[in-house]
């Protein structure tokens, strides 16, 4: 995996895709990896009650791996941003992809059945044989995309207590207009100390990729729950 994410084995086509896409984004110096916190804005509209601010219970914050691999090589690149953001898009090709290949399949073998006959057809009727090869029927890239995204599988591994309690105390409302109130916090991202656990740095490949992000768990004191989901980068620098 390592030596495949190298620019210099990888093919034309994707060192152009590299460039112009990938290496962009990438941070260009150690303090732009680094985040020791993450600025939140929480927003309270349409409060129909008077006086009323809401209370913060606990702050809970898990770093999620998720591992994204395929059996053939995918056209895209998959990274966190893309997987929270257009999950249910993903899924739904994958499993449209799913339902194409295997009436591919299907095809392929009633193609194989009637090969011998139709190669009599081409041979009667002067036609070449490549004309009617299954490839220039459907390409052999469409082939394999069909197969990789009908492959496509995400796993994923949350990894709890990481980082250090993110404090509560103080927090101060302001209101912004009669039924709307606001509030700013910073979540603490400072890894415990003595964590017994390797992580993976973030990399992608066109077979297996590895992406993490943030999953924020907010209580209240109307037990109701809120979420918020942010894709990072782990990087050792």
Known sequence: IEEYNKREKKSNINKRIWDEVVDQKLPTNKEEYIIKKLPIKIELTKNTVNNYKPHIKSINTTLVAVTAYSEKELPIIIDGGVYLKEKHLIEQIVQNCKIRHKVLKENKKEYENLKPRLHKLCERFDVPLETVKFENLISKPTQSDLEAYSTLNFEEF???????STSIENLQW?????????CNLDVNLNYKKNQNIVILPSFDSCIISRFYYLRIEFKFDHSDKMDLKVPIDVRYV
């Not at 949350?158 to 250090?164: A, G, L, S, V, Y």
């Not at 302001?174 to 606001?182: G, N, R, W």
């Open 174 to 182: 302001v209101k912004k207009s009669v039924k709307s109130m606001e």
């Open 158 to 164: 949350p990894i709890e207590n990481m980082f250090r």
